[in-house]
């Protein structure tokens, strides 16, 4: 069985995607660099922050510490990490302990209204909303360990979206091209595009 064929042509700031022979006219934007430069490149990874800054090729420094085996680095002290890891507000055994003393005050309180100590009250309701401030900023909607956002996850998150809005764009004429598209490109921390049913050419 054949497989479906799609050719992305790119002209000036257009791309012309021709899926066998209905013609679709796009604006390039940054979502479509991304995607042309991925499907140019079928099997091969990029860092989203890479595609962020515009520099597609690994620094030669990175690369060469990147291919060496992970005794290798340890015996020069040295880690390797993909991206960089996520930096949480705070550690679980303190919003553990925090949450149990909001729990402690909430029961409190309710002897304190029953005896109207309102002096001993005013100071419980100080440190209970400074307490619910804190786990606010510190968790998530999911209650979950807010993290602090690194470079890495914004550029994957730039890129998330960007490509998103290319699929969305493609979808309302080639639907199936725009399936095709998101189930086989990974797109995350990193960046990569595994060929499939379709295929795609970039000119």
Known sequence: MQKPTARF????????????GKIQNFRLSKGFEYLLHILSHPGT??????FNSGKYLVDPGFKYLSELPESALEQQGLSGFD?????????????????????????????????????????LIWEKEQLCLYLHDVLSVRNRLASIPTEDSKSARQVYKSLARVYKQIA?????????LKSRIIAWHKVCYLPGEWEIEVA
Do not use: W
Request: glycine fraction near 2%; include cysteine.
């Open 45 to 50: 990874s990029y860092y989203a922050s890479m």
């Open 83 to 123: 991206f960089l890891p996520p930096i949480h507000k705070a550690d679980r055994q303190t919003v553990k302990e925090v949450s149990a003393r909001l729990n402690c005050l909430i029961q409190l309180e309710v002897v304190l209204r029953e005896n109207n100590d309102l002096a001993a009250l005013d100071d």
């Open 9 to 20: 042509t790119q002209q000036g700031k257009r791309v012309m995607l021709n899926v066998g």
């Open 172 to 180: 309302e004429c080639e639907p199936e091209l725009a399936i095709e």
